[in-house]
Structures are given as C-alpha cells and as structure tokens.
C-alpha cells in the first residue's frame, strides 16, 4: 500500500514563499510520475504541476507558472513543490497525487494514490 504525506502548509503574506514535501512509503517513488493539485473552498480540485518519474519532464498550470518549482528526490522518495511570490488566490488545500505511469497527467481519474492536503493560507 503506497501513502503519500504531505507537509509544509502554512500561513504567508502574498509575497512570501513556502515548500510543500510529499514524503512516499510502501513503494519506491521513483515508480511513479507526481502531481501537484490544490483545491479552494468551494472550487473543484485542480491541477497545478506534474513531474515524470525520472524529474526529466514536468508541467504547470498557467496559474502558477514561472513561480511554482516542482521537484522529486527519488533517493529521499520525496517530491517538493517550491511555491514564490505567493498571492491569495493560491489560497487551498494542496493534495500529492501518485500515478503508476511514467508520465504525469493533468486529470484527477488518472491518479492513483493521494494525500491527505495540507492547507496554504495566503493573507493580502
């Protein structure tokens, strides 16, 4: 059985920065492409950036892009998500997501295994 936890939610001024880490047990994470989705009060969930199983391709939603960095560590089974100059509309819940593919997906069904969130609060 593959978990996936994420950490390093928190609060932040628009601005500000914080790294979000996707800690992989029960298999080794370089068996799975990641993802990266958030999902704000009263919104659907969506995609916000994938990675390839070997870090070699990874994408972005438009909303984030130029200021989100995804990343994965296969030797740590870790996956990051490096977010800069955050504003409020980045505001939600942030889900890990694991896919037994080599490739990352944008849509949800494609997923495998999810976290359980860790919520991003940012204030104006």
């Known amino acids: 059985q593959v978990q996936l936890v994420e950490s390093g939610g928190g609060l932040v001024q628009a601005g500000g920065s914080l790294r979000l880490s996707c800690a992989v047990s029960?298999?080794?994470?370089?068996?799975?492409?990641m993802a990266w989705f958030r999902q704000a009060p009263g919104k659907e969930r969506e995609f916000v950036s994938g990675?390839?199983?070997?870090?070699?391709?990874?994408h972005y939603a438009d909303s984030v892009k130029g200021r989100f960095t995804i990343s994965r560590d296969n030797a740590k089974n870790t996956v990051y998500l490096q977010m800069n100059s955050l504003k409020p509309e980045d505001t939600a819940v942030y889900y890990c997501?694991?896919?037994?593919?080599?490739?990352?997906?944008?849509?949800?069904?494609?997923?495998?295994?999810w976290g359980q969130g860790t919520q991003v609060t940012v204030s104006s």
């Open positions: 997501a694991a896919t037994r593919s080599s490739s990352y997906y944008m849509a949800l069904r494609e997923y495998d295994y």
């Open positions: 029960g298999r080794t994470v370089s068996m799975y492409a």
């Open positions: 990675i390839s199983w070997s870090g070699g391709n990874f």
